[in-house]
């Protein structure tokens, strides 16, 4: 686990919480003094733990170096409450409904194998559960990222305006 300590921890969990937090109102949560709030961001920042601009986390870094994906076949009228019961697993990152094989769908995380089939287990234990199917992650290649997309739109913009200008009668 990269050395952190529970403060560094709680900083964590608060960025988490709150990704906007200033870090005067991360201090004052805390209590903890202001200088030692921004130092301790900076080096997670510069060891890697914290990835675009202190708010998203490398997990891998933290600890929690198994990512799996799991694909749930489940009796449908139990859908809901098995979605309820896998908010409550903290290893569970998301949750989608899916078409085709299997139902649901959930990317997990887990700190070794062994903590992996702990996980797969409390989902087996989940009534309405029929089957589960579980691959795993050996690399990230491209992370979840959204940046492309505004992208694309932020240019679609740009050649919309400039149609219109150039369409406009002169003068």
Do not use: K
Request: hydrophobic fraction near 40%; glycine fraction near 8%; charge should be positive.
């Amino acid at each position: 686990m990269n050395n952190l300590d529970p403060t560094d921890l709680r900083i964590l969990l608060e960025l988490v919480r709150d990704p906007r937090i200033q870090i005067g109102e991360l201090s004052d949560r805390l209590g903890i003094a202001r200088n030692t709030a921004q130092s301790r961001v900076r080096r997670m920042l510069r060891s890697g733990i914290l990835h675009d601009g202190g708010r998203e986390i490398d997990l891998e870094a933290v600890g929690y170096d198994v990512v799996a994906f799991v694909t749930i076949e489940v009796t449908h009228r139990e859908l809901d409450g098995v979605v309820g019961a896998l908010r409550l697993l903290p290893q569970v990152l998301e949750v989608h409904e899916i078409s085709g094989r299997g139902d649901v769908w959930c990317r997990v995380v887990a700190t070794d194998t062994h903590n992996l089939q702990a996980a797969l287990r409390s989902i087996l234990r989940i009534r309405g559960v029929i089957r589960t199917e579980t691959v795993l992650a050996l690399h990230t290649h491209i992370p979840y990222r959204t940046e492309p997309l505004i992208s694309r739109l932020v240019q679609g913009t740009s050649v919309q305006r400039a149609s219109v200008q150039g369409s406009r009668p002169a003068g």
